[in-house]
């Protein structure tokens, strides 16, 4: 078996979400919007896919790195081919990024899935068939009703936990461009009102603005102690593992999770982990170049009695968490009271991450990532 074609399609969709300038996730009105579809196939006509973001996937990287390490390839080989990129990445002038590397790699897991007859999570260690999720909210932002105010925040988590079923909750704050953002204290006012709307015992988290100083982020973790909040993410440059350090020494009874999107994959996590500059490593394929580095970062974890917190959702992702022991929870959203998450988007037959009344996502048993993908829609909305 060899791999004989990697081509990628761009495709138009409508979608009620949007970016701001920084890049975070709003609600928004209908309007057009661009993925693509990268899919690997072999000379014996199997084929795997996914859905990446067009820059990621454009037809000069694939023609100048992706093709040649891939083409001709065993995909089962996906060590090889995954090293064969990832060297490829010092010479290429930032071009190879590891998003590209990620995409690569998601589309090849799910070659090797459907090839082997196998759910990619039970090929990489098929350790649960279900796990709990949490409701991860968007950002922050200033919409009458949205996410404006820590009271809002409040009622939004009640239906998480009370109407939808979510065991567990984590904020995103208020970041810049929203006005007034960043604000550590009412980024505090939020947090605050969820534990009292939820009660004592439900497991909390948070995102804040990812600037903070180490002044501002010690007074905020030193009340998320109080409110026994589970864990709390980036909340400063992760370029700076010695300020991480500082503050994970300083709080005893929080846990300091990352780094989320630090470059540097698997070996990054490592020197945090080996320098106490974080309780509880973080991974997602998007940030760390795959399923490769991250169940690398996973297992390497897991040697120093650390749990690894998946960053994100997704199929690539919930290979992941299937797969490995040592993680608390499936990270399901950006959530928000005006976006219905549970809704396909129109290029799928069913959303990736379905979840049952009691908050658990179940992990398909469909050969590949158990993406489920209206193909005929793709090839009918091609840019
Ligand atoms: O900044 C954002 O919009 C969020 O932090 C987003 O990147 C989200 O994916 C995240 O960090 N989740 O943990
Ligand atoms: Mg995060």
């Given at each position: 078996?060899?791999?004989?074609?990697?081509?990628?399609?761009?495709?138009?969709y409508?979608?009620?979400?949007?970016?701001?300038?920084?890049?975070?996730?709003?609600?928004?009105?209908?309007?057009?919007?661009?993925?693509?579809?990268?899919?690997?196939?072999?000379?014996?006509?199997?084929?795997?896919?996914?859905?990446?973001?067009p820059?990621?996937?454009?037809?000069?990287?694939?023609?100048?790195?992706?093709?040649?390490?891939?083409?001709?390839?065993?995909?089962?080989?996906?060590?090889?081919?995954?090293?064969?990129?990832?060297?490829?990445?010092?010479?290429?002038?930032?071009?190879?990024?590891?998003?590209?590397?990620?995409?690569?790699?998601?589309?090849?897991?799910?070659?090797?899935?459907?090839?082997?007859?196998?759910?990619v999570?039970?090929?990489?260690?098929?350790?649960?068939?279900?796990?709990?999720?949490?409701?991860?909210?968007?950002?922050?932002?200033?919409?009458?009703?949205?996410?404006?105010?820590?009271?809002?925040?409040?009622?939004?988590?009640?239906?998480?936990?009370?109407?939808?079923?979510?065991?567990?909750?984590?904020?995103?704050?208020?970041?810049?461009?929203?006005p007034?953002?960043?604000?550590?204290?009412?980024?505090?006012?939020?947090?605050?009102?969820?534990?009292?709307?939820?009660?004592?015992?439900?497991?909390?988290m948070?995102?804040?603005?990812?600037?903070?100083?180490?002044?501002?982020?010690?007074?905020?973790?030193?009340?998320l102690?109080?409110?026994?909040?589970?864990?709390?993410?980036?909340?400063?440059?992760?370029?700076?593992?010695?300020?991480?350090?500082?503050?994970?020494?300083?709080?005893?009874?929080?846990?300091?999770?990352?780094?989320?999107?630090?470059?540097?994959?698997?070996?990054?996590?490592?020197?945090?982990?080996?320098?106490?500059?974080?309780?509880?490593?973080?991974?997602?394929?998007?940030?760390?170049?795959?399923i490769?580095?991250?169940?690398?970062?996973?297992?390497?974890?897991?040697?120093?009695?650390?749990?690894?917190?998946?960053?994100?959702?997704?199929?690539g992702?919930?290979?992941?968490?299937?797969?490995?022991?040592?993680?608390?929870?499936?990270?399901?959203g950006?959530?928000?009271?005006?976006?219905?998450?549970?809704?396909?988007?129109?290029?799928?037959?069913?959303?990736?991450?379905?979840?049952?009344?009691?908050?658990?996502?179940?992990?398909?048993?469909?050969?590949?990532?158990?993406q489920?993908?209206?193909?005929?829609?793709?090839?009918?909305?091609?840019?």
């Amino acid at each position: 078996m060899k791999i004989e074609r990697v081509e990628a399609k761009t495709f138009s969709y409508i979608t009620n979400q949007s970016r701001d300038t920084d890049g975070h996730s709003h609600p928004g009105p209908d309007s057009p919007a661009t993925t693509a579809i990268l899919t690997i196939t072999c000379d014996d006509g199997t084929s795997g896919h996914v859905i990446a973001r067009p820059g990621d996937v454009e037809e000069n990287l694939l023609k100048a790195f992706v093709r040649p390490v891939l083409v001709g390839a065993d995909p089962m080989g996906h060590e090889a081919i995954w090293q064969g990129l990832y060297k490829w990445q010092r010479g290429s002038a930032a071009k190879l990024t590891d998003r590209v590397l990620c995409a690569v790699d998601l589309a090849l897991w799910d070659l090797i899935g459907k090839a082997c007859g196998q759910p990619v999570w039970k090929l990489l260690g098929g350790y649960r068939d279900k796990i709990l999720a949490y409701g991860s909210t968007m950002c922050g932002d200033d919409l009458k009703g949205g996410l404006a105010t820590p009271d809002d925040y409040a009622r939004f988590a009640e239906w998480l936990v009370n109407v939808r079923g979510y065991k567990a909750v984590k904020l995103h704050g208020w970041m810049p461009p929203v006005p007034g953002a960043p604000d550590v204290r009412k980024d505090y006012a939020a947090c605050a009102a969820v534990r009292e709307a939820l009660g004592p015992d439900i497991p909390l988290m948070l995102d804040p603005n990812h600037w903070y100083s180490r002044t501002d982020s010690l007074w905020l973790c030193q009340r998320l102690e109080e409110l026994n909040y589970f864990w709390i993410e980036e909340m400063m440059e992760e370029a700076s593992m010695s300020s991480y350090q500082w503050l994970t020494s300083k709080t005893p009874r929080l846990n300091i999770c990352g780094p989320e999107s630090m470059t540097g994959k698997h070996w990054t996590r490592a020197e945090w982990a080996a320098n106490g500059a974080c309780d509880m490593l973080r991974t997602g394929v998007w940030d760390v170049g795959g399923i490769g580095p991250a169940m690398k970062t996973a297992k390497m974890a897991e040697s120093f009695h650390m749990s690894c917190e998946v960053h994100g959702t997704g199929a690539g992702n919930m290979a992941v968490v299937a797969a490995i022991p040592n993680t608390n929870f499936y990270e399901r959203g950006l959530l928000h009271p005006f976006v219905d998450y549970d809704q396909p988007r129109q290029y799928q037959n069913r959303i990736d991450d379905e979840m049952d009344a009691d908050g658990y996502v179940h992990f398909s048993q469909a050969p590949g990532l158990g993406q489920d993908l209206n193909l005929a829609y793709i090839e009918a909305n091609l840019v």
